[in-house]
């Protein structure tokens, strides 16, 4: 029971980070339909700038936990606006002049912008991985037992504390901006009908760009957890991971934000309890199989809304 319940905390940990970069593949298919496959790097450009930023200040496990709290802050800011500054050029170079083409075009261009910035990063960076040691330390016992069998502990770390509860923090906001601001009111519209919202004076470009830079904000900060929980980052880690945030989005249900979270989280689980549990070489196997099968039977996902066509 105890194994089950530490890998049941390291599995919404990992599902956090999922979730997070799911919100931004789900936030802009649900304005132009269109995946953005250069978004997992994205995620990648915030840990590496995470890992520059952090390098360049000096910052420690061994730091006070003030001056931690405000380099980290600024790390963070840092990573978000370089992160949304790529993610605006991805959609003015590669979306914006091919929207009205045929729906593979932006994809294609998509999958382009996904390898430059990955080998941009790897000529910049080099491509060996990039560690440092750990910046956020400390643990706390939920569960500490003495049997027969031997000892058995559960912890959380306060790294999987500040993970899990950014992560509900940050959907809760961003669900508010979509239901109750103008900008969400605006997303809307231009998910229902981007020609006769710009009829009604919606700046449907605007809107659109502000979504990219929205969904690299949350990719970034998803980069930056990353990278301080496992400590080590490279030009690499945005392709696998951004598959799988990809698979929780339309596991959850592409366009509902809780339903990326959902998704995020159920992926994150599946890999954690496949490894704990099973061999760990067919994780990614586990989680891909529950996604097909949930397909099949539920095609619009978890939670998300099945599509009605109008005549």
């Known amino acids: 029971m105890e194994y089950f319940l530490q890998q049941l905390i390291n599995g919404l940990t990992l599902g956090s980070i999922y979730g997070l970069i799911a919100i931004g593949y789900t936030m802009v298919y649900g304005i ?5 496959f250069a978004h997992g790097d994205v995620f990648m450009v915030g840990s590496v700038v995470s890992f520059i930023v952090i ?5 420690t496990g061994g730091s006070g936990s003030f001056m931690i709290i405000l380099a980290l802050a600024l790390v963070v800011i840092i990573a978000m606006l370089i992160a949304s500054v790529y993610n605006w ?3 003015r170079v590669a979306y914006r002049p091919l929207r009205g083409s045929f729906r593979l075009a932006p994809l294609i261009s998509a999958i382009g912008m996904s390898i430059v910035l990955q080998e941009f990063v790897r000529i910049a960076q080099e491509g ?3 560690p440092i040691q750990a910046v956020i330390t400390g643990k706390h016992e939920l569960l500490h037992r003495l049997t027969e069998g031997g000892e058995f502990i559960v912890t959380i770390s306060n790294m999987q504390i500040l993970i899990i509860i950014s992560t509900l923090a940050l959907m809760a906001i961003f669900t508010m901006i979509i239901q109750r601001t103008s900008l969400g009111r605006a997303q809307r519209a231009c998910e ?4 006769m919202a710009s009829l009604l004076g919606i700046d449907v470009d605007r809107t659109i760009s502000i979504t990219f830079i929205l969904g690299a904000a949350l990719a970034a900060f998803a980069g930056m957890m990353f990278f ?3 400590n ?5 880690i945005g392709f696998l991971a951004g598959i ?3 698979t929780a989005a339309v596991l959850g249900g592409i366009g509902s934000i809780p339903g990326a979270m959902l998704g995020g989280m159920v992926i994150g689980l599946i890999e954690v309890m496949w490894s704990a549990y099973f061999s760990v070489e067919y994780k990614d196997v586990a989680a891909f199989t529950v996604l097909v099968i949930v397909l099949i039977f539920m095609p619009q996902g978890l939670l998300g809304k099945p599509e009605v066509e109008k005549v």
């Open 192 to 195: 229902q009908d981007q020609k």
């Open 228 to 230: 301080l929980y496992y």
């Open 128 to 130: 060996r991985p990039k």
């Open 232 to 236: 080590v980052t490279d030009f690499f």
């Open 89 to 91: 050029t991805i959609e």
């Open 55 to 59: 390098l360049g200040l000096g910052i």
């Open 244 to 246: 799988k945030a990809f």
């Open 32 to 36: 132009i339909g269109m995946i953005n």
